[in-house]
């Protein structure tokens, strides 16, 4: 059997988006997102708040950075990473989520929705490729068949 390390998220910034650099030049854009769940607490609904760090690297963070701004909704694919330290002596651990995809939704002060890949650059390939940049609409696939005014296509394709 294989392992598996996969997370997808919808929130909302919870602050702005930190950018800083590693030592060998390695840009890392941190910023963390409020998730909100809804569990029954007797004969009524409530809604529960969950928090958790991203973390997007390179030159996908350097770009991301001026449009993750506090209360923003995105989307994000990615896979949890664990950080351990010491501390004082002590064992610490912090668990955070590396973005492969993000997409930017509605909220904040931008309302287009955007694919942006983040992650670890990968040198085997050309990074403009891998994303929309900011500003840009994202293309409408294209499922062949003749197009309907409604944006179906008449063939799908299952």
Same mark, same amino acid.
């Given at each position: 059997m294989v392992d598996l390390n996969h997370v997808v998220l919808i929130g909302r910034l919870t602050r702005e988006a930190e950018l800083k650099y590693t030592? =060998?030049?390695?840009?890392?854009?941190?910023f963390s997102?409020?998730?909100n769940r809804r569990k029954k607490s007797g004969d009524q609904w409530?809604?529960?708040?969950n928090f958790f760090d991203i973390v997007v690297w390179g030159r996908?963070?350097? =770009?991301?950075?001026?449009y993750l701004v506090k209360g923003k909704m995105i989307a994000v694919d990615g896979e949890l990473r664990q950080d351990r330290w010491q501390q004082d002596g002590q064992n610490r651990s912090k668990v955070e989520i590396v973005a492969n995809l993000l997409q930017l939704l509605g909220g904040g002060n931008s309302g287009?929705?955007?694919?942006?890949?983040?992650?670890?650059r990968d040198s085997s390939y050309n990074d403009n490729s891998r994303? =929309?940049?900011?500003?840009?609409?994202?293309?409408?696939?294209?499922?062949g068949g003749s197009s309907r005014g409604d944006g179906f296509a008449d063939d799908i394709p299952f």
């Open positions: 030592a =060998s030049g390695q840009a890392v854009c941190k997102i409020a998730v409530e809604d529960e708040a996908q963070g350097e =770009s991301l950075h001026p287009d929705r955007q694919n942006v890949q983040g992650g670890q994303y =929309s940049q900011p500003g840009e609409s994202s293309p409408e696939p294209s499922y």
